[in-house]
């Protein structure tokens, strides 16, 4: 039994997905995020992290725009909002006072910081348009609607409910 269902909502927020399983490891997302963002392919400026886990599987590391951002939460300067109609969560660079506040509370250590620059930096999205995933080779990277994976997920779950207690 196939479940069909669509949510649809114009201003629905997106986020980065990362099939593993696909990752090869390339970087190749970590060079073209470096170069949008600071002109350079440089990965230790890349808002993306490519890392190996036991050296059998890769994954791409990225802000999970988190709902209730504890990084936002810990700026003494209010730096970093969370715009709650597209989900992205940005850093004002002007109001920055480098304090780290922010790289400290993140919890999955997806923000860093810029020496250079004397501010923080996170995936941004690159505005709605992820380069990553344009130059991802294996298409393990892709920009999902959020309430389209957890109906996904749920609609998983159910058909797989359905299926066990169908067959016995």
């Known amino acids: 039994m196939m479940i069909n269902q669509k949510v649809e909502d114009v201003n629905m927020a997106k986020m980065l997905k990362v099939d593993f399983e696909k990752c090869t490891g390339c970087r190749a997302c970590e060079m073209v995020c470096s170069l949008v963002h600071t002109g350079e392919c440089n990965p230790l400026k890349s808002n993306i992290r490519n890392i190996n886990i ?18 936002a ?81 749920n609609t998983d779950l159910a058909e797989r409910l359905i299926e066990t207690y169908t067959s016995s």
């Open 73 to 153: 939460k810990t700026c003494p300067v209010n730096a970093i909002q969370k715009n709650f109609e597209t989900g992205l969560v940005t850093v004002d660079e002007e109001k920055c006072v480098g304090c780290k506040l922010c790289v400290l509370a993140c919890p999955f250590g997806n923000m860093g910081f810029s020496r250079e620059m004397h501010h923080p930096f996170k995936c941004d999205l690159c505005g709605g348009d992820p380069q990553c995933i344009a130059y991802c080779s294996t298409k393990a990277i892709t920009f999902v609607n959020i309430d389209d994976e957890i109906l996904k997920k």
């Open 54 to 71: 036991n050296n059998e599987y890769f994954l791409s590391i990225m802000c999970f725009q988190c709902d209730d951002p504890p990084c």
